[in-house]
């Protein structure tokens, strides 16, 4: 039985497609040289990080960062290069955190971080007792008693699951809704652990939303580092009426004027139909967004780069996207999806990079059957490169507004080891990224594209 | 033809196997959980990488080493623990070598460090003439013309080749063979590109041999950093006279004794039947040995350990070899194998890790052509791990000696992308290990162990 799967894929892949197959392989195999022999990507990385860095939405930097996008696109000889227009939520952090657990022994200082969008704490700090919970769930049930108190969410990723994304996923309702949940019920503040799989004193900012909880009840709301997390958790053990004091100086300012960056190469055949590509150009203000989300970015332009430099002119156009603000509000993903509706722009396929610049492993993708059964015979394209994810869901928070029923939207599925040891935190630099790793993942991106513009969909 | 394909997979797996393959993936579960819930090979690579730290083969530390890998594998419990003796070779770096380029503009100090076996500089160091070259071959041709110089190979490794281990095959010849071939023509001395992919100023040092030559004319030799070895180029081609310096105090002591450390797990149906797991003990004397080969030391410390905690009782015989002297001799991997010889020990299995700590990809196989179609037929088990890798070929030098017509050899293939970022140098530390991807390794070799075990060999 064995023998004749063997018999059959190698019909399927030497007599079949023989002409096309030696062709793309061929393309791909060039792809892949020039993206680790001649790359673009690690030096405009090495830019975006060192010599602009952290770019919150709002921030003077992320303008910065839109400035130098739009001339390194200008640089690279597309058709057309241009800044669209998009409103964008404005958080500031302010001043550095500060926090302390009140032991009876004394005062242990603890690593904390506001989270995105949290209020301030009054002047002088918040100093309340703390009650240990694993869910908001939780909260929920205890409702009342958690009045006048902090409630400190401690439940940990799961770190048995193999796909880091996934224990995110399980873990991460604590830090959105978190502050809103113990706000409701009273509580004068809100510290959830830190979204991280390891034990270490960086503590992960990220998103909350305080839904529609009038300004007067919002409570100010931190991140905690794990090591500080297993701290506090230790002392309430020892004494459950220990105190927790901590002052942030974050504040909402009104919403500001931002762009998305875009990049054209016009199709030759079928310029109606597009192809996007992209990542955003947003990150978080502790670091220098190098993996979150600077990689995607850098691979994102390399693939337009690639598609140059390799003389490759495509038959659909195929459009490079900068987005700005995927991470407190993702305006940019949706102001670029309502302008293409209006236009009535034709998106077929969009992929996107947001899950960091680690070894590509594969990607995940949003469609229907059909797509994805000539998707399938496109895998052993990749099996020279280790690329052997062909999973089915997945795309991206910018790319996520263009989902229509016959389109295929898909996200680039690198490593995931690693990536929740930087996400959001003051170590996300980039010193955290392999250049090559970062290089083989533009390499499989611009042949996965290719692919998609060579054969378009079903 | 592609539903075809399908059906016939889902046949195989679900049907054919489906009693065997439920246990089996259940087992499977178990050991990636515990490893990474309640894992014990980070503990033990802290240990051994902070507390004992370098512990080059005939030093104070590979003993450290030894008596610390007896008392740990003593502790988990196993039938046997025991130190099998070998003699290895001593060689000794003493002090911290110096190089400077001899510019026109002055002396431009440059990382060097000197390769294992090789021997020192005579007192004031070795200066000469430099002469830049891309192969062993080319010093053969050029003969004579090398005389009185100081022969510089500066090829790099190929960056597109995927699998790094295969870059690293294509230019380590400079190495191993750059100073015997350079000194049969009279050359003064011979530095050697570090095998390294990345450009940075660590040297990477690592084994090279004199072959036949006699003591009177064996020149020294050491590996430089990239970064220096662009610089060293840039300077030869501003001014072909450029003069070279270097000093190192290396000196090659008499053999001395050591040991592999060894644990067994007695079979309870075939005890004559070994199956082997192990890496190496002995590093390179510049940083900690965490990637090359604690790594592999714990993880197959940790396979042992899995078994019994998941109280699985082996029907063959497996062993844990701590191996000793791989980096220059590998003469615990060939005591090993000559003494299993002696015994008539029935060696079927062999897998090594000595390719780093990184996020498991796979395996490489040594194996014939049925007992590769079994293998083949366990993949599926290890798709929700992302193991894709089963690949033909390999193994490692520790275990190679113990090859014979029927057995299986194979080696962990691990994301080979950063590995010869820390192979052999000074940043070699625990910090460049990953916990998670540490315990998926661990994981993933008990698992494939497991059905070794319990399948047997055709």
Same mark, same amino acid.
């Given at each position: 039985? &064995? ?40 030096? +405009? ?15 003077? !930097? ?11 696109? *200008?640089?690279?000889?597309?058709? &057309? ?9 404005? +958080? ?47 909260? *929920?049930?205890?409702?009342?008693? /958690? ?15 193999? &796909? ?12 959105? !809704?978190?502050?809103? /949940? ?47 997390? !297993?701290?506090?958790? *230790?002392?309430? &053990? ?45 990150? +978080? ?12 970015? /850098? ?28 991470? !407190? ?48 015979? +496109? ?9 052997? /994810? ?69």
């Amino acid at each position: 039985m &064995k023998n004749l799967i063997y018999i059959l894929i190698f019909l399927m892949t030497s007599v079949g497609f023989s002409q096309d197959y030696k062709q793309d392989s061929t393309q791909i195999k060039h792809f892949y040289n020039t993206s680790l022999l001649n790359g673009k990507s690690y030096e +405009w990385l090495t830019h975006l990080t060192k010599n602009i860095g952290g770019r919150l939405s709002g921030s003077a !930097n992320a303008q910065k960062a839109v400035e130098w996008g739009q001339k390194e696109l *200008e640089k690279l000889g597309l058709n &057309k290069v241009w800044l669209q227009p998009v409103m964008v939520p404005h +958080w500031e952090r302010g001043e550095k955190e500060e926090a302390f657990i009140i032991a009876k022994k004394g005062r242990i200082s603890v690593a904390i971080c506001a989270l995105g969008g949290s209020v301030a704490t009054k002047k002088g700090g918040v100093t309340a007792q703390v009650i240990e919970v694993q869910s908001v769930k939780e909260v *929920e049930a205890l409702g009342e008693k /958690v009045r006048g108190k902090i409630v400190f969410y401690n439940r940990p990723m799961q770190a048995d699951l193999i &796909k880091t994304g996934h224990a995110y996923g399980g873990a991460v309702g604590q830090r959105y !809704n978190g502050a809103r /949940v113990a706000g409701k019920y009273g509580a004068v503040g809100a510290i959830v652990r830190s979204m991280n799989l390891r034990l270490d004193d960086y503590p992960h900012t990220g998103v909350m939303s305080y839904g529609d909880t009038p300004d007067a009840q919002k409570i100010p709301t931190a991140a905690i580092s794990t090591l500080a997390a !297993n701290k506090l958790s *230790e002392q309430l &053990k020892l004494n459950p009426d220990t105190r927790f004091y901590f002052k942030q100086h974050c504040e909402t300012l009104p919403d500001a004027p931002s762009f998305n960056v875009i990049g054209e190469l016009t199709g030759s055949t079928f310029p109606d139909e597009y192809i996007v590509v992209g990542g955003h150009l947003d990150s +978080w203000d502790l670091a220098e967004g190098a993996q979150d989300d600077g990689a995607g970015i /850098v691979q994102s332009m390399e693939v337009l780069r690639l598609f140059k430099t390799e003389g490759y002119r495509p038959k659909r156009s195929i459009r490079v996207v900068l987005f700005m603000n995927e991470e !407190n509000g993702s305006m940019g993903g949706k102001e670029y999806a309502k302008v293409a509706l209006e236009r009535k722009e034709n998106h077929i396929v969009a992929l996107e990079s947001d899950a960091g610049g680690f070894t590509p492993r594969g990607f995940g993708f949003t469609s229907n059957d059909a797509n994805y059964a000539q998707i399938l015979t +496109w895998k052993p394209l990749f099996e020279p490169y280790l690329i052997h /994810v062909f999973a089915r869901g997945g795309g991206g928070a910018d790319i996520g507004p263009l989902k229509n029923d016959n389109n295929v939207l898909f996200g680039l599925q690198p490593d995931s080891q690693r990536y929740f040891d930087y996400h959001h935190t003051a170590i996300d630099n980039l010193e955290a990224v392999s250049k090559r790793e970062l290089e083989l993942g533009a390499a499989t991106m611009a042949s996965m594209l290719y692919l998609f513009d060579k054969y378009g969909i079903k």
